[in-house]
């Protein structure tokens, strides 16, 4: 790490004299400063960290997995595995890894199926998901493969469990030290119970984002989101469905949410370039944007296709991995139009067919898109808005064109439009000319470009590549077994203590005893000094 620091040092002063020796523009010079940047964060993901003492065995618990959820986890992944250690995975989800060091134990549940285009979205998704979990805690451990890993789980040094959507994966970590990946980084319900209670006044919650500072109504709104979330999911219409299925065949386990909270640690996909910042306790480590890398050559096809749009650029176009490109068709004609009338190239992730794209437009279920992220050529992103190809935009400069779907979604939204990193539009409101209209926006006003290199020099400019710290935080708390030296003592604490309701109460009912004490005193006294008068007027 410090060799490749210095190396890089060297290699800007290096750059930095040859620009005024060869008078390079000042622009050649941000490109090759970058280029080297980006060559040291890719040349230190891990690698400089001390080998471990031994080959520690990790379970990898996604039962419930997102392919986005799911891709968080990957960088880590074969980090440890690179390193050594054997990794189980138990996930829901095709395997990946052809690594000899990692295993997927894979099996076939339905991911919830999540109808996106209805009215009312915006907290749709969270009651759709939470839906499917009864059944899934009911049906899971009936499966060989996972009953076997069950019997086995103690085995493992450590297990690394997605803190989203799996309680059904709880009865795993019971007596086994355990840490979470939180997929959508900072959540305030799973800081609350670390110890660190966020305060709504500021903190946004997990589905919005309003531009700071909040006014009266907003936080009022926010705060009765953090108590509302918090309470319909962990209290009334999911954890306690799922609750009672793992009881019926658990009936010793102590309660799902006990056991959560002996995690060792949390993993946040978060960054404070990107979100609010925000305090943070010793157990919550931010590794967001840990999958983001520089852009590799691409197939040759598609890298001319790219170059040869010219200076006018190209627009690439996805909506992330849940939503398979079933979009409604009247969404597409608008879409269709709007690119028929742009003069650049679009390059468009869609799975179904497409009946009257223009030569414009070139339409494939699958892109390397970081790699076309990655290239100058590309000059906006239209993008659902999902946390990893914010990051991934960010990361790769590129201003982005925002059509949030559900989830944070709506909130990753708000970020871009409050940074001033791109725009957003509404799927109901959605017309041809306002996709044109935004698109011709940010692709010809500098500012948004301009903040997002910003945004993204600040994202890159960090001591330690998130994935070296991911890797050593996990390593860390299997050398000290769990590491309780982590733990915030306000995780054990009761509301009523946390809030201090008790010495509050104690403290009122000790001034009111003040008060009445001191009200018999003065009556007792004012009858002593007035006893006479107050005789006269009685008799
Ligand atoms: C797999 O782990 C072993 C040690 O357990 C290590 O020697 C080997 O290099 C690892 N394999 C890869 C491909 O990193
Ligand atoms: C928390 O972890 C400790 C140490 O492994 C264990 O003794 C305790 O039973 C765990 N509590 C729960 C609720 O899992």
Redesign the pocket.
């Known amino acids: 790490m410090f060799a490749t620091s210095v190396l890089y040092m060297r290699l800007c002063l290096f750059v930095s004299n040859l620009s005024t020796d060869f008078l390079l523009t000042s622009r050649t010079m941000k490109v090759v400063t970058l280029c080297v940047l980006a060559f040291a964060l890719a040349d230190i993901a891990a690698g400089d960290l001390p080998s471990p003492d031994r080959s520690y065995k990790i379970l990898v618990l996604i039962p419930v997995a997102f392919k986005s959820h799911r891709n968080v986890f990957l960088p880590l992944v074969e980090s440890l595995a690179d390193r050594g250690h054997k990794i189980v995975m138990l996930v829901s989800l095709p395997p990946v890894f052809k690594h000899p060091n990692v295993t997927e134990i894979n099996f076939e549940v339905p991911i919830p199926h999540i109808n996106f285009f209805v009215e009312g979205k915006f907290l749709g998704s969270l009651p759709a998901v939470g839906e499917k979990l009864p059944k899934m805690a009911r049906d899971l451990y009936q499966l060989p493969s996972v009953k076997m890993l069950y019997e086995k789980r103690k085995e493992f040094d450590l297990i690394i469990v997605d803190h989203m959507f799996n309680e059904v994966g709880y009865p795993f970590?019971?007596?086994v030290?355990f840490i979470t990946i939180a997929t959508p980084g900072m959540d305030y319900r799973q800081s609350a119970f670390l110890g660190n209670v966020l305060n709504p006044s500021y903190a946004p919650h997990l589905l919005h984002s309003f531009p700071l500072p909040l006014s009266l109504w907003q936080r009022i709104k926010n705060t009765f989101m953090h108590i509302y979330l918090a309470i319909f999911w962990r209290s009334w219409a999911v954890v306690p469905l799922i609750q009672k299925e793992i009881s019926a065949q658990f009936p010793d386990l102590?309660p799902l949410l006990?056991?959560e909270?002996?995690q060792s640690l949390t993993l946040m996909n978060t960054h404070f370039t990107i979100t609010t910042p925000v305090p943070l306790l010793p157990s919550q480590v931010e590794v967001g944007a840990m999958h983001c890398r520089p852009g590799e050559p691409l197939p040759q096809d598609l890298e001319s296709w790219l170059t040869g749009a010219g200076s006018t650029g190209v627009i690439y176009f996805s909506l992330g991995s849940v939503l398979r490109g079933e979009i409604p068709p009247e969404y597409l004609q608008f879409f269709l139009e709007a690119f028929q009338r742009l003069p650049q190239r679009v390059l468009w992730k869609y799975e179904g067919q497409l009946q009257g794209a223009y030569d414009n437009v070139r339409i494939s279920s699958w892109f390397p898109q970081q790699d076309i992220l990655a290239h100058h050529n590309v000059k906006v992103f239209i993008s659902h808005g999902g946390l990893l190809s914010l990051q991934e935009s960010i990361f790769h400069e590129k201003p982005l064109l925002v059509l949030p779907i559900f989830g944070d979604q709506p909130r990753n939204g708000m970020v871009v439009e409050n940074s001033n990193i791109g725009r957003v539009l509404v799927w109901e409101e959605l017309t041809a000319d306002r996709i044109v209209d935004a698109l011709n926006d940010i692709i010809n006003n500098p500012m948004y470009k301009e903040n997002v290199a910003r945004m993204s020099a600040s994202l890159r400019d960090q001591p330690t590549t998130p994935q070296e710290r991911a890797v050593f935080w996990t390593e860390y708390v299997i050398r000290h077994r769990?590491a309780p030296q982590l733990r915030c003592p306000a995780a054990q604490l009761s509301w009523v203590e946390f809030l201090m309701l008790d010495v509050m109460g104690l403290l009122l009912l000790a001034l009111l005893l003040l008060l009445f004490l001191i009200r018999r005193l003065l009556r007792a006294v004012s009858d002593v000094l007035f006893s006479d008068h107050s005789k006269k007027k009685t008799a």
Request: charged content about 30%; overall charge negative.
């Open positions: 970590l019971h007596e030290p102590p006990d056991i909270r002996n769990g």
